[in-house]
T-cell receptor
Framework: EDQVTQSPEALRLQEGESSSLNCSYT??????LFWYRQDPGKGPEFLFT???AGEEKEKERLKATLTKKESFLHITAPKPEDSATYLC????????????FGKGTRLHILP | KAGVTQTPRYLIKTRGQQVTLSCSPI?????VSWYQQTPGQGLQFLFE???????NKGNFPGRFSGRQFSNSRSEMNVSTLELGDSALYLC???????????????FGEGSRLTVL
């Protein structure tokens, strides 16, 4: 069955300590991969869309990359305000155009 | 530009009751999707409406239903509530225009349902 798996489930970093979050997928014929940020008690907020392997997108301290099997969200020199849950989602064109979400990575940046 | 608005934000119901949640999408967005979010299962797709028609449906029982109005506003209804229906219900709109790619989703802040 098609899946979107995010790892790690939770990550604690010191302020300034760079790291990467992983999103692996088994969807064939991927048409698009999304990254969202979700703060507690809020709805997810759109960050990036990636369409093809090799593509990269950046926003402030975040950079998203895409390969044929996975995507990484790199966080460079994070600050406490980057603490949130980061969600990955894929557009599955062969299953009625659904957007399928992973369970997310809870990121906590310690000051 | 106003974002996606969901009402009510919080509600408490008892088992067996029914509930209706409302969603007003971003102006110009014709697609509205609904998701259920729980700590254990994450974001689970409920259904999507486009131009008043249900375009997609997730794997939820028939107790979960929805509709979309001509102004793109949407409602979802859950009948005969069960304890397991306690969750954050999120509505998202997108500028889907009938093409293959639905585009990014813009979420509301959700309706937090507690079933006692």
């Amino acid at each position: 069955e098609d899946q979107v798996t995010q790892s790690p489930e939770a990550l604690r970093l010191q302020e300034g300590e760079s790291s990467s979050l992983n999103c692996s997928y088994t969807v064939s014929g991927l048409r698009g991969l999304f990254w969202y940020r979700q703060d507690p008690g809020k709805g997810p907020e759109f960050l990036f869309t990636l369409y093809s392997a090799g593509e990269e997108k950046e926003k402030e301290r975040l950079k998203a990359t895409l390969t044929k099997k996975e995507s990484f969200l790199h966080i460079t020199a994070p600050k406490p305000e980057d603490s949130a849950t980061y969600l990955c989602a894929v557009h599955h064109p062969w299953r009625d155009d659904k957007i399928i979400f992973g369970k997310g990575t809870r990121l906590h940046i310690l000051p | 530009k106003a974002g996606v608005t969901q009402t009510p934000r919080y509600l408490i119901k008892t088992r067996g009751q029914q509930v209706t949640l409302s969603c007003s999408p971003i102006s110009g967005h014709r697609s509205v999707s609904w998701y259920q979010q729980t700590p254990g299962q994450g974001l689970q797709f409920l259904f999507e409406y486009f131009s008043e028609t249900q375009r997609n449906k997730g794997n939820f029982p028939g107790r979960f239903s929805g509709r979309q109005f001509s102004n793109s506003r949407s409602e979802m209804n859950v009948s005969t509530l069960e304890l397991g229906d306690s969750a954050l219900y999120l509505c998202a709109s997108s500028f889907y225009s009938g093409d293959l790619f639905p585009g990014e989703l813009f979420f509301g802040e959700g309706s937090r349902l507690t079933v006692l």
